[in-house]
């Protein structure tokens, strides 16, 4: 009955599917994984942890005995990326699955640095790394956005130093795993909200250094993109120069420890007040020099014959301006002589040319009684009644033949 398909009037035993998930993972045998060491503890000689996967949410507990542990890497430590040989077991009496660990060593670095070089690649293709995109840090910010391990070195060292250089520099802390399954949520989720703080003007991401494996959190692409996406100007202080994170290549800033970090981001308020002396200094004494000889120059304009008496310009225009009235005086009245003389010579002219001056010589003008001037003696026939027009008034006359010469 047992090897029946299952079903509601007749079900399996407990046992009878515990034996046989049992033989159904026997059959798997032993296979290798890959994952990060997320817990790590040793118990009687024997170590018990947990292993996650690198890209996905997934994790499996696992079981080292005494006799394995001597073979294997004594440096192995939570944060390791590791490949394992490992036989999955299933304990029916008690309901449990357990991964025992038959070998297991750290990732080779050189498939680690592979995978790095082609998301970098790939990262750079898409211009995250380009030296246009980065933004220039605020020459006096007023918060800081600081993201780091709690009570961490370079959290110390951070604020220590900023507010050594200008204490009234204000801070806004997120912690963050800075190492370990938890580094990569933690992280992006504080540069995701310490950029959307409207107060903060600068970013810092620290953490004091470590090994290759410990910091490849922050060459995970999640970190990368968020600081890309970052509108906010963001700082890497995570203080590794053998191997530099992703982190560092994205940032618009890289300090190489979290105190040069926080050098770079706030300036030395006696630096700058010194900075200040100086620049008053040398404004002040190019105002003096400047002062001193524009009053050089107005004691030798002050000296010159020129301004001895001030009422020379004075006299010398008035002469001057007795002379043009003088002269134009003249040549007024010469043109009003000249224009004169003309104006006698053309009345003269005209009064030479007038009918009453040959009235005068003893001429007369013939006119009939419409007015008509007689000019010819067919314009006068016999008894034709004529006035004439002599110099001093009309006379009346009749016409007569024509007389005999």
């Avoid at 380009?130 to 009570?151: E, H, N, V």
Wanted: hydrophobic residues 40%; aromatic residues 4%; charged residues 25%.
């Amino acid at each position: 009955m047992a090897n029946a398909p299952a079903t509601m009037e007749n079900p399996w035993p407990v046992a009878e599917l515990g034996h046989k998930l049992h033989d159904y993972i026997e059959r798997l045998g032993t296979v290798w994984i890959e994952g990060e060491i997320t817990q790590w503890g040793v118990s009687g000689r024997n170590v018990y942890g947990k292993l996650k996967d690198v890209s996905a949410d997934a994790t499996v507990s696992f079981t080292i005995w005494q006799s394995v542990r001597q073979k294997i890497p004594a440096d192995l430590k939570q944060g390791d990326r590791v490949v394992a040989l490992v036989k999955v077991n299933y304990w029916v009496k008690g309901g449990t699955l357990t991964v025992q660990v038959l070998q297991m060593k750290h990732v080779g670095l050189g498939d680690l640095l592979e995978r790095l070089e082609r998301l970098r690649a790939q990262l750079a293709s898409e211009g995250l790394f380009d030296p246009a995109r980065k933004k220039k840090l605020p020459f006096l910010p007023d918060c800081i956005g600081l993201i780091t391990g709690k009570d961490s070195d370079a959290e110390k060292d951070v604020l220590r130093n900023a507010q050594l250089r200008w204490p009234a520099v204000e801070f806004r802390v997120r912690h963050a795993a800075v190492q370990g399954e938890r580094t990569v949520t933690d992280v992006v989720a504080a540069i995701s909200a310490l950029d959307a703080d409207p107060d903060v003007d600068v970013i810092i991401v620290a953490r004091g250094g470590g090994d290759f494996q410990n910091l490849l959190g922050f060459s995970d692409e999640a970190v990368v993109r968020a600081a890309a996406a970052c509108s906010t100007p963001l700082v890497s202080a995570i203080g590794h120069e053998a191997d530099r994170p992703l982190l560092d290549e994205v940032a618009d800033l890289r300090a190489s420890t979290p105190t040069d970090a926080a050098k770079r981001v706030v300036p030395d308020v006696a630096e700058q007040q010194l900075i200040i002396q100086q620049a008053r200094a040398r404004i002040s004494g190019r105002m003096t020099t400047l002062i001193t000889h524009e009053i050089g120059r107005l004691e030798q304009l002050r000296s010159r014959p020129v301004f001895a008496s001030h009422t020379w310009i004075v006299d010398t225009r008035a002469e001057e301006l007795t002379r043009y009235v003088a002269r134009g005086a003249e040549l007024i009245d010469r043109v009003i002589e000249r224009e004169q003389n003309r104006t006698n010579e053309l009345a003269a002219s005209v009064r030479a040319l007038s009918p009453q001056r040959t009235l005068d010589r003893g001429y007369a003008i013939a006119q009939t009684h419409d007015g008509s001037v007689v000019r010819s003696t067919q314009d006068a026939p016999d008894e034709t009644p004529l006035i004439l027009t002599v110099a001093d008034g009309a006379v009346a006359a009749v016409s007569r033949g024509p007389a005999e010469r």
